[in-house]
C-alpha cells in the first residue's frame, strides 16, 4: 500500500469503502477527506485521528475523486486549486474521460478506475485506467488504492471500458435480477411468495460463494451439476436457446455501453 498522503473528494457509497479500506490498510492518519456532508461513520475517524476532514484548500499528493459525475463540472474549479506538478489524480467517477480530467485539472498524472458494489464488502472488481506514458510505479500505486474494494484488473484501454463497464459495473444489478425473476417464476409455480425469494435469494447467494470458492470456470461449474437428461438440463435448454440469455445479454450489454457513451457525452 502506498504511503503518500491521500486527498479523497466525495465520502459517499464508494469514497467511504475505499476510506475504510486505506484505513485498515493502516494508512490512518494520511487520509485528508473533503465532504460536505460527513455522517457518523467519516465523523467517527475525524474524532480518532485517523482522517482530516474538509481541511483548507492544499496541494494533494494523491488526489482521489470520488464524486458523482454530474456534479465534476461545477466541482472542478475547487479540486483543480488542489494539483500540482506531483499530484496524482485517481478518479472513479463513470463517464468522465482521462481527456476530461487533463482538460479540466491541468494535469496529464490521471487514472480512472470502474469499481462495482461488491467492492462496499471488499468483493468487489475493479477495471483500472491509465494514461498510455503512465509509469510502472502509478499503475503499482493506483493497484494498492484499488485493492480495499476487492481485485482489480487491467489496465485496460479506455475505448474498452464502457464494454468492461456494462459487464462489470452494471453486473451486480444482473446478479440481483436473477434472483428476481427466478422467485417470480417459483411463484407463477405455485410457490408461496416469501418461500420462493428466500430460495431465489440464498441460491444465488450460494453460487456465488461455491464460484468463489472454486477453480473451475463458470460453464465447467453449471455442467457439473447438470445430469445429463436430468430437471436442470431442462431448464436449461429453455435459457440457453440462442434467442433467449445469451442474445438478451448481447443485447442488454449493448444498450449499456450506448447509455455509458451518451452518459459520456453529457458529462465531457
Ligand atoms: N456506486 C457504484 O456502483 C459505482 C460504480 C462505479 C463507479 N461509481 C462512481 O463513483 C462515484 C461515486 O459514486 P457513489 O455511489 O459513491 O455516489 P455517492 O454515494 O452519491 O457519493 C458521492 C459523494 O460526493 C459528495 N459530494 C457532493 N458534492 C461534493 C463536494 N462539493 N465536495 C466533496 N464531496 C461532495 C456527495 O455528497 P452529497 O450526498 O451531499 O451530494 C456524496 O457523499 C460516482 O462518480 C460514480 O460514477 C460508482
Redesign the pocket.
Known amino acids: 500500500m502506498t504511503h503518500r498522503p491521500i486527498t479523497l473528494?466525495?465520502?459517499?457509497?464508494?469514497?467511504?469503502?475505499l476510506a475504510g479500506g486505506w484505513l485498515k490498510a493502516g494508512l490512518g492518519g494520511r487520509i485528508d477527506i473533503?465532504?460536505?456532508?460527513a455522517g457518523d461513520l467519516l465523523q467517527g475517524w475525524a474524532e480518532a485521528g485517523q482522517v482530516t476532514l474538509n481541511s483548507h484548500i492544499a496541494l494533494a499528493d494523491i488526489l482521489v475523486?470520488?464524486?458523482?459525475?454530474?456534479?465534476?463540472g461545477?466541482?472542478a474549479d475547487?479540486?483543480a486549486a488542489r494539483v500540482g506538478p506531483e499530484t496524482q489524480v485517481l478518479?472513479?467517477?463513470?463517464?468522465?474521460s482521462l481527456a476530461t480530467l487533463t482538460a479540466k485539472l491541468g494535469t496529464r498524472k490521471t487514472a480512472r478506475?470502474?469499481?462495482?458494489?461488491p467492492?462496499?464488502v471488499g468483493r468487489g472488481v475493479?477495471l483500472l485506467c491509465l494514461p498510455e506514458e503512465a509509469e510502472a510505479q502509478v499503475e503499482a500505486d493506483m493497484r494498492a488504492l484499488l485493492e480495499p474494494l476487492g481485485s482489480v484488473e487491467g489496465p485496460i484501454g479506455e475505448d474498452l471500458l464502457p464494454a468492461a463497464?456494462a459487464v462489470s459495473?452494471c453486473g451486480?444489478a444482473y446478479g440481483f435480477l436473477l434472483a428476481e425473476v427466478m422467485a417470480a417464476a417459483g411463484i407463477a409455480h405455485g410457490l408461496d411468495p416469501d418461500l420462493a425469494t428466500r430460495l431465489a435469494r440464498k441460491t444465488v447467494e450460494g453460487a456465488g460463494a461455491l464460484m468463489a470458492g472454486s477453480p473451475e470456470d463458470a460453464a465447467t461449474l453449471r455442467r457439473n451439476v447438470t445430469s445429463p437428461n436430468g430437471v436442470t438440463q431442462a431448464a436449461l435448454e429453455v435459457l440457453m436457446r440462442e434467442d433467449a440469455l445469451p442474445s438478451i445479454f448481447v443485447a442488454a450489454i449493448g444498450a449499456a455501453i450506448k447509455r455509458d457513451r451518451a452518459l459520456s457525452e453529457e458529462t465531457g
Open positions: 473528494i466525495g465520502a459517499g457509497r464508494m469514497g467511504s469503502a473533503v465532504e460536505p456532508r475523486i470520488a464524486v458523482k459525475p454530474q456534479v465534476f461545477d466541482l475547487e479540486i478518479s472513479i467517477m463513470a463517464g468522465v478506475a470502474m469499481p462495482n458494489t467492492g462496499l475493479t463497464t459495473g451486480p
